[in-house]
């Protein structure tokens, strides 16, 4: 084998890829019901998120994004519903400014869209009226974050 055909095998330059995405964990909790159906549906929604990284080998991360979504009608709780989404991704020849981005903002923005279906589809099940939550910039969220870490160190002194 010649050294441009052993060229050729070994992927150089950042490598990505999504190994598998699921429902790690799920629930819903409808506290009210069947009363809450009674009432004029004006609903106050409450969405919050957070995301988990763990490693599992020097290339493959597991990220969790938890959206928990609280929802009022008048004073009461309407329904609660907890989705942690999970993926499985292979991350290599990144630096580590690289990969963390890449695990802090761009997995949680591709696993939002199936955090977010299941979210509506467990509240319909419910029988309440779907619940489309709006995009999230995770970029946005990432930069604040690192904001937010890079000041806290300063304050300390």
């Not at 981005?101 to 591709?110: E, K, Q, S, V, Y």
């Amino acid at each position: 084998m010649s050294e441009n055909d052993q060229a050729a095998e070994q992927p150089t330059g950042p490598q990505f890829a999504i190994q598998r995405v699921y429902v790690k964990d799920a629930s819903l909790e409808t506290p009210n019901s069947p009363q809450i159906f009674t009432k004029k549906w004006q609903p106050e929604i409450n969405l919050e998120m957070n995301t988990k990284t763990t490693p599992l080998s020097q290339e493959h991360f597991e990220v969790v994004l938890t959206l928990t979504v609280t929802v009022k009608n008048e004073e009461d709780t309407a329904f609660l519903v907890e989705v942690q989404q999970g993926g499985i991704f292979q991350v290599s020849g990144m630096n580590e400014q690289e990969v963390g981005h890449t695990l802090g903002a761009f997995c949680p923005n591709l696993l939002f869209p199936y955090a977010r279906e299941t979210v509506d589809t467990l509240v319909t099940k419910a029988s309440f009226p779907p619940l489309m939550l709006a995009p999230v910039n995770f970029d946005a969220l990432y930069a604040q974050q690192m904001q937010q870490q890079a000041a806290a160190p300063a304050e300390q002194h």
